[in-house]
T-cell receptor, first 111, second 111 residues
Framework: DVKVTQSSRYLVKRTGEKVFLECVQD?????MFWYRQDPGLGLRLIYF???????EKGDIPEGYSVSREKKERFSLILESASTNQTSMYLC??????????FGPGTRLTVT | QKEVEQNSGPLSVPEGAIASLNCTYS??????FFWYRQYSGKSPELIMF????GDKEDGRFTAQLNKASQYVSLLIRDSQPSDSATYLC???????????FGTGTSLTVIP
């Protein structure tokens, strides 16, 4: 079974803090994705990576950065958290043009 | 125009009935199509994928793809209360490994 894990299920941070969300997959997938999910807006792609040290912007990259130093790990960084970044963050991994497998999600609250 | 559109619902069907979920997409170059199920408070789980025109059946689920009409649907036969969830349509656009998700259709199966 594919397993995608995320570092935290719930996180509360203050405005202006630097936030790290980590995602690890155990299936040797080339592709990894970070989404945020908000009511009424659905899943929106923040960044994706198709190889180590490679990254591509998704639809809403502003305020975020990513890091992929190892194939199995993809980190999302909020450089200076703001209240409008309060959301559910979902990591996924998959093969090219194939199925995606999601982690359990991190519900981030920025106060 | 959004890349992927779904009727948000809610859609209610009685137990044992057929539930029909619909999705349209805007990019004619789209190649891969996916249906995810998301229970409340959980992450999306892949339940069906289809790449070619026509029908694809897996147990009680049938995915239907019509590329000429840019339309993909999911039929759930013999609906069960455990099918109550939000169903997300996802499309792989022909620009690489980027996926677009619809906002989801909420399905309730009434016992």
């Amino acid at each position: 079974d594919v397993k995608v894990t995320q570092s935290s299920r719930y996180l509360v941070k203050r405005t202006g803090e630097k936030v790290f969300l980590e995602c690890v997959q155990d299936m040797d997938h080339e592709n990894m994705f970070w989404y945020r999910q908000d009511p009424g807006l659905g899943l929106r792609l923040i960044y994706f990576s198709y190889d180590v040290k490679m990254k591509e912007k998704g639809d809403i990259p502003e305020g975020y950065s990513v890091s992929r130093e190892k194939k199995e790990r993809f980190s999302l960084i909020l450089e200076s958290a703001s209240t409008n970044q309060t959301s559910m963050y979902l990591c996924a991994s998959g093969l090219g043009q194939g199925k995606q497998y999601f982690g359990p999600g991190t519900r981030l609250t920025v106060t | 125009q959004k890349e992927v559109e779904q009727n948000s619902g809610p859609l209610s069907v009685p137990e044992g009935a057929i539930a029909s979920l619909n999705c349209t997409y805007s990019d004619r170059g789209s190649q891969s199509f996916f249906w995810y199920r998301q229970y409340s408070g959980k992450s999306p789980e892949l339940i069906m994928f289809i790449y070619s025109n026509g029908d694809k059946e897996d147990g009680r689920f049938t995915a239907q793809l019509n590329k000429a009409s840019q339309y993909v649907s999911l039929l759930i036969r013999d609906s069960q209360p455990s099918d109550s969830a939000t169903y997300l349509c996802a499309v792989n656009i022909n620009t690489g490994n980027q996926f677009y998700f619809g906002t989801g259709t909420s399905l309730t199966v009434i016992p």
